[in-house]
């Protein structure tokens, strides 16, 4: 069995290294960018790299990836965890959104979606620190790698009964301005076997932004799943 772990716009794999020093036993952090035009491009290339059964662990954008992942794959499955993500698809005022971000990416690359993103990714109170290391990860990424995945988000099919039909976790920061409370409440009710629970504190990113207290949730989860 092996956790996989799949990162959030704007950063990279880097974001789980606590995590993973935490885990133990086969963990994959893949990176998700130039993996093709559309999620389901993703999941099925992941699918390739990682072997046997797994549990999926997915922050924002790595949610939806999971999702697509256990759609092409149920059977391999034991359980989804997604931190600061949702299973439906965008609505038009999302999609225009996305196209403010494509716009901004071409015209001002990574540090312009860094800056657009940033006051949505963590609360007022986050560590600079934490923020620094986040911005770090966010300006190394190429633009076209960037558009390419806000397109690839913005195009992801409807997930929900995928979500809906996994052991399910959902895990929501407290501030988070992307997925609320009502949402994720909805979604987890709909299923019949799934949690929620919310992250005092934290923003968008509840991995780094408050890492004792996602890591405690992801060892319970990994240890219900296996």
């Keep these: 069995m092996t956790v996989v772990l ?6 990279d794999e880097r974001m789980w290294d606590g995590a993973r ?26 699918l390739d790299e990682v072997q046997g059964e797994l549990v999926l662990v997915g922050a924002s954008m790595g949610g939806y990836c999971a999702l697509r992942m256990a759609a092409l794959a149920p059977e391999r499955i034991r359980g989804i965890l997604l931190a600061g993500s949702r299973a439906d698809p965008d ?23 860094w800056e657009q993103m940033r006051p949505k990714l963590f609360s007022e109170d ?19 790698d960037l558009r390419g995945a806000v397109e690839a988000i913005r195009d992801r099919p409807d997930s929900t ?5 996994n052991p399910l976790g959902v895990l929501l ?12 409440r909805r979604l987890v009710a709909g ?24 890591e405690t949730v992801l060892a319970g989860a990994v240890a219900r799943w296996t």
Aim: zero cysteines; a negative charge; glycine letters at 8%.
């Design 173 to 184: 920061g407290e501030t988070d301005p992307f997925v609320d409370e009502a949402y994720s």
């Design 21 to 46: 020093r935490m885990l133990e036993g086969d963990v994959a952090a893949p990176r998700l960018y130039g993996r093709g035009a559309t999620m389901d491009d993703w999941a099925a290339s992941i």
């Design 91 to 113: 609505s038009d005022e999302r999609r225009a959104g996305r196209a403010d971000t494509i716009a901004t990416i071409e015209r001002d690359g990574a540090a312009g979606l």
């Design 126 to 144: 986050a560590p600079a620190d934490v923020v620094e290391r986040a911005r770090a990860m966010a300006l190394d990424q190429p633009a076209d």
């Design 191 to 214: 299923a019949a076997d799934a949690w929620l629970l919310t992250v005092p504190g934290s923003g968008h990113l509840p991995a780094l932004e408050r890492p004792l207290a996602f």
């Design 161 to 165: 009964d995928v979500a809906r039909s």
């Design 6 to 11: 799949l990162h959030a716009l704007p950063l």
